[in-house]
């Protein structure tokens, strides 16, 4: 049950929301971002019944109502997609039941005059009569607010919402209803977070919660000894959940606990460092690591819903902020977008749904994913040759950012401005033979993802000696 019921991965986006709210251009969109076939269940009525739906209509409402629902029908089957329903169709209790079932229900929002201005004068039979629009308006309101799971406005909460992902200032206060499912909690967090938001995580999972545990700090989180201890403290049943409330050490760490606990039971990420909202907590990749290295051991586990209260980053120290710049930069030039230039909840949002994107069109790392290692190459280098100690991955990032960019022959300003690496002291030859171990030269080439005009391409052949030449660029002295 790696992936039970509840995981986004498993599960249909559906679009519901009133007509004029712009369910189908956003549709297309998320679609075409997540790599999911697109079903509007109108055109199907349409293509089934060979009429039109104002035809339909003609022929009354009820007539097309039952058409629809039996359309919705395949809401219940098939690989995951993106549904758009049309306005009425929530008004069908079976179409909600398949919604709650099957499907991550998004209501596309907007207000009723946007909605009346582009469906007045449209052939759209219920947009004939203001007055009556409106009170329509009112009364489909309640019904997509009790079927919907998430709530967007633009694609980027879309595709948050199709991946599970919650982003809220004070959404730490309300884990209680957003961990989904009725089933018991198991907190598990690091000394320092639970020292600081861990009684506000508890009280608002309130009588779901079943137990506390503390994984070590850092890195000693992910090791096999604090997994030991955490599955042995581990009260829960086949249908409880493992909440994760913390930085990228805690989401990694408790994630794979929860991949192999019971052979698999469901977990909630809660990132709370800049890192981990970002970057460690998207994406269902867990890991603890190894002394032969980091990461070695872990699962893809996506978690059933991850929840980020950009809040908790105001107590994040200035130095585990600048950690998770590097990944920010990272993503706005992935993204091809200055997102590093938002405020911190826009920020937070459009990197956890850059991220998310990527990740639900590959979520097993076959292929596109690999554009998240953009600098990476270079920074895993930097990293092991100073023995994992005074570089910090951040700061190797930075500058893995640097050679990137300057083998893809783009400006580095950026990059500077916003990280200012400076080079850093290990040794070229440990670097160089770090760098070979993580990628192997064929042929006198390195595969990199390097930066187009167009954005990321992953599996750039590099001549080895550009390559070396751009890691000795980063190294001081
Ligand atoms: N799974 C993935 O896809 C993925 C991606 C990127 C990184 N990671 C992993 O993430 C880890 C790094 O994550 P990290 O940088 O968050 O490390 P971390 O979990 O050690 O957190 C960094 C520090 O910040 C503290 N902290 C976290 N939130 C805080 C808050 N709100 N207020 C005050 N202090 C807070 C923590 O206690 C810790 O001291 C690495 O192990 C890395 O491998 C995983
Ligand atoms: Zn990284």
Known sequence: MATSALSPLRRHVALVGFMGAGKSTLGADLARRIGRTLVDLDDVVEQTSG????????EGEARFRELEESAAGSLASGPPKVFVLGGGAVTSARTRSLLKAHATTVLVDADVDTCWERARGSDRPLAADETEFRRLFDERRVLYEDVADATARDT???????????????????LGELVPGESEVALVSDPRVAGIHGMDAQLSLGHRLRQVHELPHG???????ALDRLWQDLRLDRTGVVAALGGGCTTDAAGF???AYLRGVDWAAVPTSLVAQVDAAIGGKTAIDLPQGKNLVGAFHWPSRTVIDPATLETLPA??????????????LLAGKPLWELPDDELVRRCAAFKAAVCLRDPHDHGERRMLNLGHTFAHALEAAAGYEGVTHGRAVALGLLAALRISGRDV???V???DPKPVRVDRDRAWAALGRDKKVVGGELRLVLLDDDGPRVDVPVPADDVRHALDGLIAG
Do not use: M
Request: glycine share 10%; aromatic share 2%; proline share 2%.
């Open 257 to 259: 606990a929860a991949s």
């Open 417 to 419: 401005e916003q990280l």
């Open 219 to 225: 890195e000693e989180a992910k090791t096999l000894a």
């Open 319 to 332: 130095e585990q902020r600048r950690e998770g710049l590097a990944e920010v930069v990272k993503t706005g």
């Open 413 to 415: 300003d950026i990059v």
């Open 51 to 58: 009429r039109s739906i104002p035809e339909l209509f003609g």
């Open 156 to 174: 980027a909460d879309a595709v948050l919402a199709a991946a599970g992902v919650h982003v809220e200032r004070g959404a730490l206060g309300r």
